[in-house]
């Protein structure tokens, strides 16, 4: 199965083994050097991009069964692509000759009983199996540490990508857990509908991906989390498979569905899902305000939350935030707002909440018509492309031996204020202790609700050559530590994976770790399905 | 403490002990008698109110440790009223002398402590731990059912009736799990905020017993169900205890919360949540719509649920629904349209629902000034007041040896106009042949989705003398087979406690039963608590 493009989309474009997204977005070496120059600390030079030539890829520890031969990929280009997600850290590690653990073979099922076959197998052989998605995990969640397992599967679901039932009456649609997100969009296009779930990993991640960790989608009320759009699961267990049943709503019990969400390939394997979808908006309106004061700023976001209005997008840049994606560059913060509707137009709702906005101190700039007929001004536009380009500059930054890692939390109101202080403080501190220069630490809040707001920081910092992903750890614990004193959520929307281990095993109560460890034993009794993620 | 009132706003009336409600709410002997001419089949007379004198209570077969007798009650009669929830067949047991099997204590703890010393001693003692809160289960969840353990505890909460904290700059309060919801609301109310959760039990029911058993709140869309309302939980095991953090949304895991929402007591109890309260609607707007073709309402249901609008009641009640309600007495099909704001006007949205239902056959009444100042018609008005009356009316037939009795469910939209249509002509045909007589089955739609919705129908028949549980347990399984075919799940908001213990068992995804088996031998080794519900 080797050389096979699991994505319908991308058969015209090379994804990057080391790297986010495509090999060809990636900036080249003069744009790395003039990155790295914003940086005080960092190379002259950029790294070398590393070939997997260089690499020392053993032969695999197992060979599959003849039954099995037709599901498994040994390619070791293939293996070495999959041995890490696409966290900071792992792309210094690929950079510095260090990936991590290279899995001896890629299960590539096309049904659910090749699934159950694979883990069985791997039951029997003591083989660890790493479900994997679109592979773009920035928490360490599709990789293998350690060294319990005999050898080490992970399981590509991307041969399972199709849209296998599109109920339009009732608005719902079937779909194999392998699909990516533009794929997913593509089947559903022709029906009028849309899942209208974007993270910003959308084009290199899956639906089983967003499932199994719970993915935060692009907007900023109403349904964004993938949990809501959940109708039912097909699970697939070394214990045994099942599907809940296609409900709108149940009391029966504790919601089956709930467990295997967020359960990181843990619990067992998410094979398809019948999930809620849309019909396409059309209409679209977006403005932005600028802010002298950041404090204020919340304040109006806050009020924006605590309306009926629910905004497709309410993001607030802090000064920095604005100024890195060129939505700003006079020291203002900025809160892009965006509405949107199948049914009605959504200017109003757009006017009410500028007029909140504004009531907090807000700055509103004139709306000028977009390409696309929706109205949208320059800040939004600035801020949506420097959104998709940020983790292949990241990666740039990476390069010119830099730190530059984002990290997401949530918390509630009364705590917001004081955790981004924090944060900014303590992360920066560190960093200056840690290289003698000073970092940047940028916040946005990119998900709102009545009760609270996730902000999400961006770190950008000189380097410890050669150490750099030691150096992100240490910073990485500063900001938890910060986190935990504010009761704030290790991870919003990125997975706890194995990266954020010791801030989930502080925060998950422990009633809860009880039921989990003990579910974990039930439906994975000889403890192949993802190690060291979640729970032991 | 036998004797004490736990509900502050119910000083000077006495609850029921064998009925829904207030004791002075029932219909007298003459209304039953007039309620029971209109169903064939039934009796002449009333069959008499149940005295508690004549029932054969032993005494405890345990006696509790001086160092809890503080929090034990022995109090017969206090016994008899927690032997069993408000269900039809409990209310017929208790009219035909045979209750529910009555639990030797009653505990009491006022604080989490105590909640964890009674469980330790029933740990101990293999007494059999049943939560309690306003005793309104409806699925026969707070009584005991067979004879393994050697004694039964009623854990009642409603000692612990405290709203502690309240944040208004986040819209949450921290409540104990005992809180009525009278109680609850009047708690809230100074701070101008609200909970704004109404389920038909509202008065008898507790925030703990909403959160044990995934309540439904009155409304038909959005924030309605108990689960989205609930930010953190504390939960008492007998392997310890702990809370969630305080979350606006966390991706941190499966939600902890979500497997103890919809627990029935058998994983643990709930002692205190925080929970997302509102600021209290201003803005209200109401009108109804007669339809003369109930399928032609349930797409214009079906298109209002699908549409941005979302109203605060969408309720549609079939032809014998309306008239039983008092709503329409010509043979139509009546949708009752709500919508509520704490920001601005509801008017617009209002009538863009009712031009939506127009365009599906709707005919729209004029709304008429009602006393609060709100807009509402005739229809509306009748229809609330039937439905608060409804349980005591049930209880008056049950005294003429009716059957009178509800179900619901929720099924996705393709499998609702068949799913209604089934339960309609099979129940109808069941009571037919069990008692000669024909029988009233009525539905209406509660809540909707934009996947589905939720019916609710209402069972009115002859009875069989003497044996009216029976009978009822009979059109039940064969309602509960019309479900099970048309894959519509066996309760959206009536929980499973023992009665739909069959429905669920099949209804649950294997991998989920195993799970859940595990975290509760985890959390209730000796099983202890609530045995029966749920999982055995």
């Given at each position: 199965m080797s050389g096979t493009t699991p994505q319908p989309t991308s058969?015209?474009?090379?994804?990057s083994w080391w790297g986010w997204g495509w090999q060809d977005a990636h900036p080249d070496d003069a744009e790395c050097t003039?990155?790295?120059?914003?940086?005080?600390?960092?190379?002259a030079r950029p790294l070398p991009v590393?070939?997997?030539?260089?690499?020392?890829?053993?032969a695999p520890a197992v060979e599959p069964p003849a039954s099995l031969a037709h599901v498994v990929?040994?390619?070791p280009e293939q293996r070495a692509a999959h041995a890490m997600g696409k966290a900071y850290r792992d792309v210094v590690r690929a950079l510095r000759g260090r990936p991590g653990r290279i899995p001896d073979l890629i299960g590539r099922p096309t049904d659910d009983h090749e699934v159950a076959d694979l883990l069985h197998w791997a039951g029997e052989r003591q083989i660890a199996v790493v479900p994997y998605g679109g592979g773009s995990s920035v928490s360490g969640g599709v990789e293998y540490r350690g060294d319990a397992h005999r050898a080490v599967m992970s399981l590509d679901l991307t041969a399972m990508g199709r849209v296998l039932e599109v109920d339009t009456l009732g608005l719902a649609a079937r779909i194999q857990a392998g699909t990516l997100g533009p794929s997913l969009e593509d089947q559903l296009r022709p029906h009028g509908l849309t899942l209208r779930h974007f993270p910003?990993?959308?084009?290199?991640?899956?639906?089983?991906?967003?499932l199994a960790t719970r993915a935060g989608g692009h907007y900023a009320t109403g349904r964004t989390h993938i949990d809501d759009f959940v109708q039912s699961l097909h699970v697939v267990t070394p214990a045994g498979s099942g599907a809940s049943w296609r409900l709108p709503a149940s009391g029966a019990g504790p919601s089956p569905d709930r467990l295997f969400l967020g359960s990181e390939g843990a619990l067992g394997v998410i094979t398809e899902?019948?999930?809620?979808?849309?019909?396409?908006?059309?209409?679209?309106?977006s403005a932005s305000l600028a802010f002298t004061d950041f404090h204020a700023a919340l304040q109006a976001v806050r009020a924006i939350a605590q309306s009926d209005l629910s905004p497709a997008n309410c993001r607030l840049l802090d000064t920095g935030e604005a100024a890195l994606s060129g939505a700003a560059h006079d020291g203002s913060a900025v809160l892009v707002l965006g509405f949107e509707s199948a049914d009605e137009p959504v200017a109003a709702r757009l006017a009410q909440a500028v007029d909140l906005a504004r009531s907090h101190g807000g700055r509103a700039k004139a709306a000028t018509p977009a390409a696309d007929g929706a109205r949208a001004d320059a800040a939004v536009s600035a801020w949506r492309s420097a959104f998709l380009r940020m983790p292949y500059l990241r990666d740039g930054l990476a390069r010119m031996g830099a730190v530059a890692e984002t990290f997401e939390t949530a918390a509630t109101w009364d705590r917001i204020p004081a955790l981004?202080?924090?944060?900014?403080?303590?992360?920066?501190?560190?960093?200056?202790?840690?290289?003698?220069?000073?970092?940047?630490?940028?916040?946005?809040?990119?998900?709102?609700?009545?009760?609270?707001a996730a902000p999400y920081f961006t770190v950008l910092a000189a380097g410890r050559s050669g150490d750099e992903d030691a150096l992100w750890d240490e910073l990485k614990a500063v900001a938890s530590d910060v986190l935990h004193r504010h009761r704030a959520t290790i991870t919003h929307h990125h997975a706890v994976g194995r990266d954020h281990r010791p801030g989930y095993d502080r925060q998950r109560p422990e009633p809860f770790a009880l039921a989990l460890r003990?579910?974990?034993g039930a439906l994975d009794p000889r403890g192949i399905l993802n190690p060291g993620v979640l729970i032991d």
């Open positions: 058969r015209t474009r090379t994804r003039a990155m790295g120059a914003l940086i005080p600390g960092t190379l590393p070939r997997i030539c260089d690499l020392h890829i053993g990929d040994a390619d910003q990993s959308f084009e290199f991640s899956t639906l089983g991906g967003w899902a019948w999930v809620r979808v849309q019909r396409r908006p059309v209409h679209k309106e981004i202080d924090m944060v900014r403080k303590e992360v920066g501190e560190a960093a200056l202790k840690a290289t003698g220069h000073p970092a940047t630490v940028n916040c946005r809040l990119t998900h709102v609700y009545p009760d609270g003990a579910a974990k």
